[in-house]
């Protein structure tokens, strides 16, 4: 490894900070992660274990979103990243005021918003959701007779829509990444690899998703490449996510699942932009400049606190309740 691990284990050691990872973040921050005694994992563990962690300091890499979402669950911890500028096409496509404007026109629906957005949207929800838990609580509510309100990503909504027959209204947002992934191209890489099975997160078009062997968090997803008899997996989601794949599977092949073809117009291919700003010497850099702080304001903090916590306690009691 090029970075001194040494020199930030003492300053984390020193400063009682733990690093808390993103699965997208590049192989040498999930290294050092996994190596300190942080952690690598979906967007709903990471909000789990920055706030069940008692370390002072939650060092989150990976996009504003996750930061944000650690500083709400643990108001009196500190919370840094490596870059603040990290952001995420869902979070962008969903300003607050147009949100607050949609959500007035359907005052009878449950507001139900995925984790990849702002405090302030957070805020104005019923439940948050990520992608790892949106189709139990979307189920949970249809079966109790309520419509919903979804926002921002309209491919999992509408992945969850088809699944649950719920009554859902969608905002219109996408992630640039995975709103690539091109159903046509995977049908002809399948047919050159018959024996692979495709994996796809459910930020991806429905068209890619009704092809898929599994679809699921980044979790879910990496669960799958180690339970499952293939030895080769078309996968649709960040590219970041194969050094987990490979380091918990290395003898399984891992293609990614094409973002080129007839129409295709990629510029993300397989990797966010986002994620990718985050880097090791940033790390570094946390202790020691300024402007890698996530401040928020407290009442913001008290209303979007409600339904992240609603989530983590739905995922504690009722899901483990089901197993
Ligand atoms: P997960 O919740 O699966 O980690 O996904 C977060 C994300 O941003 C995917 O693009
Ligand atoms: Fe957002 Fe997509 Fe990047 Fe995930 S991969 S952080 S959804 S832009």
Redesign the pocket.
Known sequence: MMVNQSSIQTLLSKEQAILIAHY?VNAEIQQLAQDTGGIVADSLEMARFGAEHPAKTLIVCG?RFMGETAKILSPDKRVLMPTLEAT???DEGCPSDDFKTWKSHHPDRTVVVYA?TSAAIKAQADWVVTSSIALEVVQHLHERGQSILWAPDQHLGRYVQHKTGADMKLWEGE????REFQAQSLIDLKARHPEAAILVHP?SPLNVIELADVVGSTQHLLSAVQSRSEKIFIVAT?QGLFYAMQAAAPDKQLILAPTTGRHATCQACGS?P??QMNSVEKIEEVFNQPGHEIYLDEALIDRASRPLARMLSFKNNYLNRQL
Do not use: F, G, K, T
């Open positions: 997208y996009v995420c096409s869902l990849n992630c640039i990444v995975h930020e960040d966010c986002w994620m």
